[in-house]
Structures are given as C-alpha cells and as structure tokens.
C-alpha cells in the first residue's frame, strides 16, 4: 500500500482529534465577491450533483445535520464553508453535471468554482467525490482540467462503497486509478468510504489530518 493512505495508528488518531469537538456553518457564497476572507487551510469537496459530498462532510465531522442533504441533485448552489475547533475549513463546492439546471445556472457555477480554484491561495487540497455505482463520467473529466490548470492536488473519493459489491469495487478502483495516472495534480491512490455504514471515513479523516501537518 502508497504512502497516501497507508496510514499508522497514530495519524488514524490525528484524524479522529481533528475531526472531533463542534463543527458549524461559517459563511455561504454564491459568487466571487461574496467569498470569504482566506483565512486558514481549506479542504474542498467536489463531485457530481447527488454524489453524496454533504453526507459525507456530515460523516466526516460527526454531525447528522452540518450540511444539508437532498435527493434533489443541483441543491447545492453556492459555496458552503464549515468550520470546527481545530485550523482547517471544509468548503462543499456545488454539484457539476445536473443537466436539468438551467445553462445560465450552471455556466454561474462553473465561473465561480474555476475562480475559486485558481484564486484561493488557503485551498490545501480538493477531495473529487465519484459514486463507486456509475464510475467517472464525462463531467469528472472537465473538472480534472480544470484542477490540472489551476495546479490544484486532489485525489478521487469512491463514495457508497457499501452498494457494490467488493470485486465490482475493486474493478472500480483500478479503472480510476488508471483514468487519473498520467495526471500531474492527481493523487495515483483512490480512497473508498460509505457515509451510511462509515467505512473509509477514518481514513480520509486522517489523510486530511496529515495535510493540516504538512502544512502546519
């Protein structure tokens, strides 16, 4: 197993201390005026509409009700950003490929997230979220373009891993990972997590505990 999630006990713990304590809403933007102030590291989470990224901030943090969730993909329409006690603010980017949205709603969204990764020099890491049911889909691909020419690193989160079974996820995991390999900004690792059952999330709770490290 890579360095990128091989993980000893000590940071699963790190991951655990950090992700303890409250957690609650800061500020919410829907454009780029309105963004907050830069003030810490920020980890972001992006995905397709209803991929599932607000169950897992909840998951991550512990809290059934920190970010709101819907059946309805395309909720989401600005930039959420939560913070707890310790220094680091996650930040649920809108959802991308809602094809029912309006185009004007979705080209607003896709201005304000490509203006957010190019611009926010706090933005530590973006956690790419795809459903471990469907795979990459074309909308994923626009996006690893556009964290590839903001230099931005990010690394690809199977979500609902707890609805496939393990060889049909392990299927899943080697195509991504070969879909993302000659990617400069990609991590070459994929990570696995079911915000329901919480497999995986001590894991991505402690590779996110590292980066607070690195940067710390």
Known sequence: MSEATDFSATEIEAGRRLFAGEWSFLSAAGSLASLPQPQTLEVAFAGRSNVGKSSLINALTGRHALARTSNTPGRTQELIFFG??????????PGYGYAAAAKSKVAAW??????YLNGRATL????????ARHGLKAADETIFDMLGQAAVSYE??????????????ARRRLTVQAEVRNRAAAFPDILTTSARTGDGIATLRAAIARLVGERS
């Open 156 to 169: 690809i989160v199977l979500t609902k891993c707890d609805q496939v079974s393990s060889d049909e996820l």
């Open 84 to 93: 707890g006690p310790r220094q680091v603010i996650l930040v649920d980017l």
């Open 124 to 131: 530590g890491r973006v956690y790419l979220l795809v459903d």
């Open 110 to 115: 896709t201005k304000l997230i490509r203006a």
